[in-house]
């Protein structure tokens, strides 16, 4: 849970983002914003600013080893382009 709420907490702070919702079970959040103050590329890169990857963007290494260990998960490995 403290993953969860580090997550939601973070997407939350973003201006715009009326509600998220981190479904545990699922490992899936939903976010309602609006679209004329932020974009899903903002939320996302807010996202891996706090150290968890997704489908837009990669944690950097040196943030994502600062996780608490509850909170590590495998990580795919890095393509040599990034």
């Not at 590329?41 to 080893?65: C, H, L, M, P």
Request: hydrophobic share 30%; aromatic share 8%.
């Amino acid at each position: 849970e403290m993953c969860q709420k580090k997550i939601v907490k973070a997407t939350k702070s973003i201006e715009g983002v009326k509600r998220a919702h981190w479904n545990i079970a699922t490992l899936q959040m939903s976010v309602k914003f609006d679209v004329d103050l932020t974009s899903l590329d903002k939320i996302q890169k807010v996202i891996a600013d706090t150290g968890y990857d997704n489908e837009g963007f990669r944690s950097e290494d040196k943030i994502y080893e600062n996780l608490h260990y509850c909170c590590k998960y495998e990580r795919p490995q890095k393509l040599k382009e990034e």
